[in-house]
């Protein structure tokens, strides 16, 4: 089968998580199911100043990578709409050449292109949304418009999206199905650590952004005693950028928080799972998420979680079987169980570990979830 994948976001220079999803899927796409893949990406300009425009292959050929439009910086909305025409005729001259199977868009702008497609070869397009911020926060304005737009309101021979979060909109497709995120879980087994940090270390990994509510992350760590914090050990390190990072640290620094926060900047990779088991709890506070791929990759490090009951986070994590949901945009109820938290032993961190790794192993390895598009596919061409 031959699959074209689109998807503007890309890594180098630019990482998020719904890169890692297309990654894994476009590699075992290529090895356990015998595809032939076309990725589609953007030429881009990345934060070290280095140009990637350079085409790829990978795995004996079967994965190709076509940079497409002028070489910008990722964040600038003119190239990124001007990238899309670029794309466009790209994908129809490939598509024509190669007699795709299937058209695999990733949300947001790379609807365009594949549809138009679509609209002339009536090749078959699954568009996948990764997250709905706007909508789910309850924003409001042009740009809460457009994402309703784009997820609800265009017409898809399948939408996948890995949240249930889709169903809360009304939505003019009715082929709509939950295909949630998954965990390399052997590359997190073969990766150990000689010993977690000492005391109780707190971990949040993502981007600082309105989005994760780290505002009030902060300040409900300045309402807790800090004889408390002291005796515990306790420390909270903060993984990644985003450009409420300077707001963030000025705030800590503010609330008398300094000796209590490591601010770790980016990490990647292995270096990011030997983060995840030196800690001791996962933190993620968001005020919207679907399905944080974070909460997994912490559930395949034997983490605990704490975290707001948005998304799916509700279908798995259950409290007193594999920790803490608390309501979102509650910063005494994060306080709360954060105090709770504190006054436990370490050792009772831990005897819950096999719950959620479980869980994982069984339904959320990438080899089960591409599996499961791959059926999707098979489905759609028939």
Partial sequence: MKIAI????????????????VQYLSDLLVKNHACKVDLFVRKLIGDDNKSYAKNETHLW??????????MTRFFNTFWRVVSLMFTTFFLFYMALREQYDIIHAHAYVSWLPAKIVWFLLRIPVIYTVHGTMWLDAHRKGILAKIERWLICGIRYNLELSVSHKIFDYKNVNKNIMVMHNGVDIQKFEAISVKSKYPGVTFLYVGRVDWQKWHKYLIEWLGMIDKSLLREKWFMFNF???????????EMSHSLWLDEFIRFKWKIF????????????IFILPSLAEWQPLTVLEAFASKLPVIATDVGDNIYFIKDDENWYLVPSADARALKDVVEKVLHLDVPSYHHMWNN???????????????????????????
Avoid at 356 to 382: F, G, P, R
């Fill in 269 to 280: 990779w292995d270096e990011l799972i030997e983060e995840y088991k030196k800690n001791t």
């Fill in 61 to 70: 050929w079967k994965l190709r990578i076509f940079r497409i439009g002028p």
């Fill in 6 to 21: 689109l998807i503007d976001w890309w890594n180098p220079p630019v990482f998020w998580w719904w890169q890692v999803h």
């Fill in 356 to 382: 959620w790794y479980n869980l994982i192993v069984n339904n959320y390895t990438w080899d089960i979830v591409v599996a499961k598009i791959y059926e999707q596919y098979l489905s759609l061409v028939k």
């Fill in 239 to 249: 993984v990644w950028d985003g450009e409420l990072l300077p707001e963030i640290k």
